[in-house]
Protein backbone atom coordinates (compact mmCIF):
# COMPACT_ATOMS: atom_id res chain seq x y z
CA UNK A 1 0.00 0.00 0.00
CA UNK A 2 1.26 3.34 -1.17
CA UNK A 3 2.04 6.56 1.28
CA UNK A 4 -0.79 8.15 -0.61
CA UNK A 5 -2.87 4.93 -0.40
CA UNK A 6 -2.85 5.26 3.43
CA UNK A 7 -3.28 9.24 3.66
CA UNK A 8 -6.22 8.87 1.48
CA UNK A 9 -7.43 5.93 3.54
CA UNK A 10 -7.27 8.17 6.17
CA UNK A 11 -9.15 11.09 5.07
CA UNK A 12 -11.38 8.49 3.65
CA UNK A 13 -12.09 7.37 7.41
CA UNK A 14 -12.80 10.72 8.40
CA UNK A 15 -15.40 10.95 5.64
CA UNK A 16 -17.81 7.63 5.09
CA UNK A 17 -19.27 9.48 1.41
CA UNK A 18 -15.56 9.84 0.14
CA UNK A 19 -14.73 6.03 1.23
CA UNK A 20 -17.64 4.69 -0.74
CA UNK A 21 -17.29 7.01 -3.84
CA UNK A 22 -13.35 6.37 -3.34
CA UNK A 23 -14.71 1.99 -3.45
CA UNK A 24 -16.68 2.30 -6.36
CA UNK A 25 -14.39 4.38 -8.51
CA UNK A 26 -11.78 1.21 -7.81
CA UNK A 27 -14.16 -1.37 -8.46
CA UNK A 28 -15.36 0.02 -11.67
CA UNK A 29 -12.37 1.46 -13.19
CA UNK A 30 -9.56 -0.31 -11.51
CA UNK A 31 -6.83 0.92 -8.62
CA UNK A 32 -5.34 3.55 -10.75
CA UNK A 33 -8.20 5.64 -10.95
CA UNK A 34 -8.73 5.44 -7.32
CA UNK A 35 -4.83 6.43 -6.74
CA UNK A 36 -5.37 9.51 -8.94
CA UNK A 37 -8.22 10.36 -6.50
CA UNK A 38 -6.20 9.75 -3.74
CA UNK A 39 -3.95 11.35 -4.62
CA UNK A 40 -5.95 14.54 -5.41
CA UNK A 41 -7.58 13.87 -1.95
CA UNK A 42 -4.32 14.10 -0.31
CA UNK A 43 -3.54 17.36 -2.09
CA UNK A 44 -6.83 18.80 -1.16
CA UNK A 45 -6.48 17.94 2.53
CA UNK A 46 -3.02 19.61 2.39
CA UNK A 47 -4.16 23.00 1.33
CA UNK A 48 -7.37 22.75 3.60
CA UNK A 49 -5.54 22.06 6.72
CA UNK A 50 -2.89 24.48 6.08
CA UNK A 51 -5.18 26.89 6.04
CA UNK A 52 -6.27 26.16 9.57
CA UNK A 53 -2.77 25.75 11.34
CA UNK A 54 -1.44 27.61 13.57
CA UNK A 55 1.55 29.66 11.75
CA UNK A 56 3.33 28.22 9.05
CA UNK A 57 3.85 30.19 5.71
CA UNK A 58 3.16 28.82 2.55
CA UNK A 59 5.85 27.44 0.23
CA UNK A 60 6.38 30.58 -2.31
CA UNK A 61 5.81 33.24 0.68
CA UNK A 62 7.87 36.29 -0.10
CA UNK A 63 9.82 37.94 2.83
CA UNK A 64 11.81 40.53 0.54
CA UNK A 65 15.64 40.44 1.16
CA UNK A 66 15.64 37.15 3.61
CA UNK A 67 14.38 34.89 0.73
CA UNK A 68 11.30 32.95 -0.50
CA UNK A 69 9.79 30.15 1.38
CA UNK A 70 10.69 26.63 -0.47
CA UNK A 71 10.23 23.44 0.62
CA UNK A 72 13.06 21.73 2.82
CA UNK A 73 13.58 18.23 1.85
CA UNK A 74 16.11 17.65 4.22
CA UNK A 75 18.83 16.72 1.87
CA UNK A 76 21.29 19.50 2.11
CA UNK A 77 24.48 18.54 2.65
CA UNK A 78 27.10 20.87 5.36
CA UNK A 79 30.83 20.86 2.94
CA UNK A 80 32.37 21.44 6.35
CA UNK A 81 35.28 20.70 4.88
CA UNK A 82 35.30 23.85 2.46
CA UNK A 83 33.51 26.43 4.56
CA UNK A 84 35.99 29.08 5.43
CA UNK A 85 37.16 30.12 8.64
CA UNK A 86 35.51 33.13 8.94
CA UNK A 87 32.16 31.19 8.92
CA UNK A 88 33.57 28.83 11.51
CA UNK A 89 34.90 31.75 13.91
CA UNK A 90 31.63 33.29 13.52
CA UNK A 91 30.27 30.20 14.75
CA UNK A 92 32.09 29.82 17.43
CA UNK A 93 31.64 33.45 18.59
CA UNK A 94 28.22 33.17 18.33
CA UNK A 95 27.66 29.46 20.10
CA UNK A 96 26.93 27.75 16.87
CA UNK A 97 27.71 24.10 17.07
CA UNK A 98 28.24 21.98 14.29
CA UNK A 99 25.00 19.56 16.01
CA UNK A 100 23.17 22.71 15.77
CA UNK A 101 23.59 23.41 12.20
CA UNK A 102 22.76 20.08 11.15
CA UNK A 103 19.33 20.25 12.82
CA UNK A 104 18.74 23.34 11.59
CA UNK A 105 19.30 22.51 8.32
CA UNK A 106 17.39 18.99 8.02
CA UNK A 107 14.81 20.70 10.10
CA UNK A 108 14.42 24.42 9.70
CA UNK A 109 12.15 26.42 7.53
CA UNK A 110 14.30 27.01 4.43
CA UNK A 111 14.43 30.23 2.05
CA UNK A 112 16.12 30.89 -1.16
CA UNK A 113 18.32 33.31 -0.81
CA UNK A 114 19.89 35.37 -3.91
CA UNK A 115 23.28 34.09 -5.47
CA UNK A 116 22.08 30.48 -4.95
CA UNK A 117 22.37 30.45 -1.23
CA UNK A 118 19.57 29.21 1.47
CA UNK A 119 18.78 30.57 4.94
CA UNK A 120 17.68 27.57 7.08
CA UNK A 121 15.36 28.99 9.78
CA UNK A 122 14.40 27.26 13.00
CA UNK A 123 13.50 28.92 16.18
CA UNK A 124 16.38 28.08 17.74
CA UNK A 125 18.81 30.02 15.45
CA UNK A 126 19.07 30.27 11.40
CA UNK A 127 22.29 29.59 8.85
CA UNK A 128 23.14 30.12 5.35
CA UNK A 129 24.39 27.87 3.17
CA UNK A 130 25.47 28.65 -0.05
CA UNK A 131 25.23 26.11 -3.50
CA UNK A 132 28.20 24.11 -2.85
CA UNK A 133 26.78 23.66 1.14
CA UNK A 134 29.17 25.92 2.69
CA UNK A 135 28.85 27.80 5.79
CA UNK A 136 28.24 31.52 4.78
CA UNK A 137 26.94 32.97 8.41
CA UNK A 138 25.49 31.40 11.76
CA UNK A 139 23.87 32.85 14.17
CA UNK A 140 21.31 31.71 17.53
CA UNK A 141 18.33 33.54 18.36
CA UNK A 142 19.71 35.05 20.66
CA UNK A 143 20.67 37.42 17.90
CA UNK A 144 17.71 37.74 15.36
CA UNK A 145 16.76 41.51 15.09
CA UNK A 146 13.43 42.49 15.23
CA UNK A 147 12.46 41.78 11.53
CA UNK A 148 13.83 37.89 12.37
CA UNK A 149 11.85 37.81 14.96
CA UNK A 150 8.84 38.57 12.88
CA UNK A 151 9.55 36.05 10.50
CA UNK A 152 9.40 33.48 12.87
CA UNK A 153 6.49 34.08 14.11
CA UNK A 154 5.28 34.14 11.00
CA UNK A 155 6.59 31.00 9.91
CA UNK A 156 6.04 28.83 13.51
CA UNK A 157 3.15 30.98 14.58
CA UNK A 158 3.32 32.39 17.97
Known amino acids: MSNSFAIGGVVALACPILAIKLFEVVKKYGPKAGQQIVNT ?33 GG ?8 NTYALN ?19 KALQQ ?9 QQGAVVIDNAGRIVTAYTSQYFDATMQEVVRTLFGG
Open 114 to 122: SGNKIIYIT
Open 76 to 83: QVVNWTNT
Open 41 to 73: TSRVWNAVSGLFSRGGARVGTDFGKLGTLIENR
Open 90 to 108: RMAERGVTQGMINAWVSTG
